[in-house]
């Protein structure tokens, strides 16, 4: 099969929607990462997504919908606090969990009696939503297991001869994937963290919002259980430090004992530490959580097609948008 690679014209995402609906697989931008789409209600269409992602089965997908209405037509019950969320966060990178009628193939929720729902905050996504005029089931567009793509180049190079089109529409703004927030259970639960953080949540609805990472038993958000997010070479990363001369003493420190063991050292840091002896340096601008989040995934590829031997990078604090950057690299590599 060959890929074509499409732009953000009309023409282009005119093209991409009829490929959807025809169900074909294309790629496409989000705000936070690349998606790879097929309209949800096809499952053939979703199967497909699994193959040529090498998606584990029982990892179900996020459902992306061009409107509230459409949401609600995939829903058995709209929780209390749906509303209130979606006036608020969509479109944006906040995910809902919502109890689904027969509307939805089990193939999209891998059997779960929830669903995953998402309006994305992007304008080439959302004139391709409103066109393809059915909700688009996506979930990252790389291969199972690698860091999520955050530019059109990064998913042509990993899924070219393997789906119909990719749509460019540049660098994803955000960069990490969106927050799950569950509303089956009596108070909400963050299932994976982003930046619309809990602080966030809980400003609008005036209720305790809870943090959850795995569940004992089936968990509720399964794809929370694998491994992600993570280059070839191994990632560490050096605990935060809140004093500023510490935790500078402690990432040379850390890539200078790298570099003795004879490794190539791949940097992903904020522009202070330029000049701190790694083999090649990815910068994370100022360091701001917003700016992790933003290079994270773009420069752990970067680093790992350098040939470097190791990756380092700093730790941030886990508060705010900086909890969902610690989770990400907790994902992607562990602490030294
Ligand atoms: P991805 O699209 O690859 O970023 O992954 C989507 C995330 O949403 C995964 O962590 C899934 O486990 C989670 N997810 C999707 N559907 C559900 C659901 N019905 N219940 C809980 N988590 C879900
Ligand atoms: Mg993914």
Same mark, same amino acid.
């Given at each position: 099969m060959t890929t074509e690679l499409l732009h953000s014209t009309p023409h282009d995402i005119t093209r991409a929607a009829g490929l959807l609906r025809e169900g074909m697989l294309v790629a496409f931008p989000t705000e936070t990462v690349y998606g790879l789409g097929a309209n949800a209600l096809d499952e053939e269409a979703v199967r497909r997504v699994y193959e040529v992602k090498g998606r584990p089965k029982d990892n179900p997908m996020i459902v992306h919908v061009h409107t509230v209405a459409q949401a609600r037509e995939l829903m058995q019950v709209v929780p209390a606090l749906f509303a209130e969320l979606t006036n608020e966060f969509w479109p944006g990178p906040l995910t809902l969990i919502v109890r689904h009628n %027969? %509307?939805?193939?089990?193939v999209v929720t891998a059997g779960l009696d929830t669903v995953a729902l998402r309006m994305p905050d992007h304008s080439i996504t959302r004139q391709l939503l409103h066109e393809t005029a059915v909700p688009v089931a996506a979930p990252s567009a790389n291969i199972s297991g690698r860091p999520s793509p955050t530019d059109a180049r990064t998913v042509y190079a990993e899924l070219q001869g393997r789906i119909a089109a990719v749509l460019d529409g540049g660098d994803c703004p955000v960069g990490i994937e969106s927050t799950v927030l569950d509303l089956t259970t009596r108070e909400p639960v963050i299932l994976r963290p982003g930046t619309v953080t809990r602080e966030d949540l809980e400003d609008v609805i005036q209720s305790r919002v809870h943090f959850i990472e795995s569940y004992e038993g089936a968990p509720r958000s399964p794809g929370t259980k694998y491994r992600h997010y993570a280059p070839r070479v191994p990632v560490y990363i050096v605990p935060h430090d809140p004093d500023p001369a510490a935790m500078d003493a402690a990432l040379r420190a850390a890539v200078a004992a790298q570099s003795r063991a004879g490794w190539r050292v791949g940097l992903l840091a904020?522009?202070?530490?330029?000049?701190?002896?790694?083999t090649h340096f990815s910068s994370l601008h100022d360091g701001r959580a917003v700016d992790y989040a933003r290079l994270l995934y773009a420069g752990l590829r970067t680093l790992d097609d350098c040939g470097v031997d190791v990756i380092i990078c700093p730790g941030i604090e886990a508060v705010g948008v900086g909890y969902a950057v610690m989770n990400r690299l907790l994902k992607a590599g562990e602490i030294i």
């Amino acid at each position: 099969m060959t890929t074509e690679l499409l732009h953000s014209t009309p023409h282009d995402i005119t093209r991409a929607a009829g490929l959807l609906r025809e169900g074909m697989l294309v790629a496409f931008p989000t705000e936070t990462v690349y998606g790879l789409g097929a309209n949800a209600l096809d499952e053939e269409a979703v199967r497909r997504v699994y193959e040529v992602k090498g998606r584990p089965k029982d990892n179900p997908m996020i459902v992306h919908v061009h409107t509230v209405a459409q949401a609600r037509e995939l829903m058995q019950v709209v929780p209390a606090l749906f509303a209130e969320l979606t006036n608020e966060f969509w479109p944006g990178p906040l995910t809902l969990i919502v109890r689904h009628n %027969a %509307a939805v193939p089990d193939v999209v929720t891998a059997g779960l009696d929830t669903v995953a729902l998402r309006m994305p905050d992007h304008s080439i996504t959302r004139q391709l939503l409103h066109e393809t005029a059915v909700p688009v089931a996506a979930p990252s567009a790389n291969i199972s297991g690698r860091p999520s793509p955050t530019d059109a180049r990064t998913v042509y190079a990993e899924l070219q001869g393997r789906i119909a089109a990719v749509l460019d529409g540049g660098d994803c703004p955000v960069g990490i994937e969106s927050t799950v927030l569950d509303l089956t259970t009596r108070e909400p639960v963050i299932l994976r963290p982003g930046t619309v953080t809990r602080e966030d949540l809980e400003d609008v609805i005036q209720s305790r919002v809870h943090f959850i990472e795995s569940y004992e038993g089936a968990p509720r958000s399964p794809g929370t259980k694998y491994r992600h997010y993570a280059p070839r070479v191994p990632v560490y990363i050096v605990p935060h430090d809140p004093d500023p001369a510490a935790m500078d003493a402690a990432l040379r420190a850390a890539v200078a004992a790298q570099s003795r063991a004879g490794w190539r050292v791949g940097l992903l840091a904020p522009e202070c530490w330029h000049d701190a002896g790694a083999t090649h340096f990815s910068s994370l601008h100022d360091g701001r959580a917003v700016d992790y989040a933003r290079l994270l995934y773009a420069g752990l590829r970067t680093l790992d097609d350098c040939g470097v031997d190791v990756i380092i990078c700093p730790g941030i604090e886990a508060v705010g948008v900086g909890y969902a950057v610690m989770n990400r690299l907790l994902k992607a590599g562990e602490i030294i």
